[in-house]
């Protein structure tokens, strides 16, 4: 399984991106997909997930109200809607697909990952 991350990019606060991921190779039905994060200097850490219906999402709080996940399995790719960023926003953002359907914040349990996207917020 390869996940294409992209949509990355420089915005001045407030501003919005789209991220999208898309899946490839060997995909898995079933499967639940998550976005992380990781800035300069600190470790990554759990950003959004969705399962494999888009019934059941999660965020981490510093996004809740600002940032949407969404997916379209017809196309095996996932999103991120971000919009009023920040600068404390600006991080190297990663996409990873569970096998396991559970939308969890827990990196470990992700199988595979994509080669990420750069977002810079400005102030």
């Known amino acids: 399984v390869q996940l294409q991350a992209s949509g990355g990019g420089w915005v001045q606060a407030g501003g919005s991106l789209r991220l999208s991921c898309a899946a490839s190779?060997?995909?898995?039905?079933?499967?639940?997909m998550g976005w992380f994060r990781q800035a300069s200097g600190k470790e990554r850490e759990f950003v959004a997930a969705?399962?494999?219906?888009?019934?059941?999402?999660s965020y981490v709080d510093s996004v809740k109200g600002r940032f949407t996940i969404s997916r379209d399995n017809a196309k095996n790719t996932v999103y991120l809607q971000m919009n009023n960023l920040k600068p404390e926003d600006t991080a190297v953002y990663y996409c990873?697909?569970?096998?396991?359907?559970?939308?969890?914040?827990?990196?470990?349990?992700?199988?595979?990952w994509g080669q990420g996207t750069q977002v810079t917020v400005s102030s």
């Open positions: 190779g060997r995909t898995f039905s079933g499967y639940a």
């Open positions: 990873a697909l569970d096998t396991s359907g559970v939308p969890t914040r827990w990196s470990i349990e992700y199988d595979y």
């Open positions: 969705i399962s494999w219906s888009g019934t059941s999402t």
